[in-house]
Each structure stands twice: as structure tokens, then as C-alpha cells.
């Protein structure tokens, strides 16, 4: 029988304070699309950590959006407006290069078929 929430409750009570603050960044790391999975170990957290940048870059671009709205000063906006460019570059070639693994190991298992 799985456990009860009480039970996961108590479970991280009792944990210690490293292992609770190790988790959230585990759950961050591992929560890469099961689309771009290959179901190879290397590269597989190859795609964990490139999602770990993934969710960097996307608060980054986020912040800095924020902060091209409220800017007062003419100069602190336009620095602003390119910070959030090139976040916003850094989150798109993320995404591309996270697709690369499964169609690299699409056209292996093609090309062994033949």
C-alpha cells in the first residue's frame, strides 16, 4: 500500500535540512519533457541539465522584461531591453538544442534498421 500524505508529511519532517534543500533542486533538474527523452542515461541528463539552464534563462528573461517596465531612466531601459533580448535568445537556442538528442537517436535507431 503507498503511503498516506500523514506519512510523506512526517517522512520530511524527519528529514534532515541538506536533504530538504537538495530536493526542490532535483525536482527542478529533472522535470524535462518526456517528448524529448531519448531513454539513454547520457543523454538523458544531458536534456536535465540543459532544462536546468532551461528555467534559468527563463526567469532571467522574465526579470529583466520586468525591469524594462519599470525603468526611469532612459539608459536603464535600453540596458534592460537588452538583457531581456538576449535571454530570450539563450531560451530559444535551449529548446533547439533539447530537441537535437531524440532526433540524434531517432535517425541512429533509422539508420540501424536499414
Known amino acids: 500500500m503507498p503511503p498516506t ?7 520530511v519532517k524527519k ?3 541538506q536533504a530538504q534543500g537538495i530536493a526542490p533542486a532535483l525536482l527542478e533538474v529533472a522535470a524535462v519533457k518526456a517528448a524529448e527523452l531519448t531513454g539513454h542515461p547520457g543523454w ?3 536534456l536535465e541539465q ?3 539552464l532551461l528555467n534559468q534563462a527563463e526567469k532571467d528573461a522574465a526579470l529583466w522584461t520586468s525591469n524594462t517596465v519599470n525603468a526611469y531612466k532612459d539608459e536603464d531601459m535600453r540596458f ?3 538583457e ?3 535571454f530570450a535568445a539563450q531560451v530559444e537556442l535551449l ?3 533539447m530537441q537535437l538528442p531524440s ?3 531517432k535517425e541512429f535507431h533509422a539508420a540501424q534498421s536499414r
Not at 5 to 11: E, T
Open 5 to 11: 500524505r500523514v506519512d510523506y508529511l512526517q517522512a
Open 15 to 17: 528529514a534532515s535540512p
Open 44 to 46: 538523458d541528463r544531458f
Open 50 to 52: 540543459l532544462q536546468y
Open 80 to 82: 534592460a531591453q537588452r
Open 84 to 86: 531581456t533580448v538576449k
Open 95 to 97: 529548446k533547439k538544442i
Open 103 to 105: 532526433e540524434i537517436v
